[in-house]
């Protein structure tokens, strides 16, 4: 009964390659975020969907798009990885824009 | 635009010992302020939040207050143990389609 369930857990692949990582709320919410955190943890919001519409699309290179297939998912891709991708990926879901956020466990990210 | 200080860390105290993690923003408007609490390996959890000025959150034996007249919302916390080892974040929205702004996350641990 997670509330908020990403996958995989452990990512680790190769510089260039394409990969994705998914992400579902069962809590009914209506908004979803996706958040990067480096090893110093700081934590920098990515893109934000509420209704499968986006709303919050912050600078973010094009290589990570996005898609939310119904309000319940919110999956990343992203294209030609690079080392600097390296981090932990966290999905986030709240009932509206302005309530609390809860966080999934987090996609932790390895580049080789 | 929004912004959130926090000390930065690591906070080392001996358990029993009394807390506080020191907080400040700067906002338009009247944000709703937040402390997340981010334990190793997993994603962040709402520990208290308050809505509006004067207001004190509290939970699980942590306390903060909505100080406006001094943009602050300091974490309390009386008697800590090893198991409140953890990185706090503190966070304001300041509500419609804006983004929450998070702290850096202040890393605390507690020996025995």
């Known amino acids: 009964d997670t509330a908020v369930s990403q996958t995989p857990k452990y990512l680790v692949t190769q510089m260039g390659n394409d990969k994705s990582i998914k992400c579902e709320q069962n809590?009914?919410?209506?908004?979803m975020y996706w958040y990067k955190q480096d090893s110093k943890k700081f934590l920098k919001i990515m893109f934000s969907y509420n209704n499968k519409e986006l709303i919050i699309n912050e600078t973010v290179p094009n290589r990570f798009s996005p898609k939310s297939p119904d309000k319940a998912h919110l999956n990343l891709h992203i294209n030609s990885l690079e080392l600097g991708d390296s981090a932990v990926y966290f999905c986030?879901?709240?009932?509206?824009?302005?309530?609390?956020?809860?966080f999934g466990d987090g996609t932790r990210l390895s580049i080789l | 635009g929004n912004s959130v200080t926090q000390m930065e860390g690591p906070v080392t105290l001996s358990e029993e010992a009394f807390l506080t993690i020191n907080c400040t923003y700067t906002?338009?408007?009247?944000?709703?302020l937040f402390w997340y609490v981010q334990y190793p390996g997993e994603g962040l959890q709402l520990l208290l939040k308050a809505t509006k000025a004067d207001d004190k959150g509290s939970n699980k034996g942590f306390e903060a207050t909505y100080r406006k007249e001094t943009t602050s919302f300091h974490l309390e916390k009386g008697s800590v143990q090893v198991s409140d080892s953890a990185v706090y974040f503190c966070a304001l929205n300041s509500g419609g389609y804006q983004k929450v702004t998070f702290g850096i996350g202040t890393k605390l641990q507690v020996i025995p």
């Open positions: 986030a879901s709240s009932r509206n824009i302005d309530q609390p956020q809860h």
């Open positions: 809590l009914g919410h209506d908004t």
């Open positions: 906002a338009t408007g009247y944000p709703s």
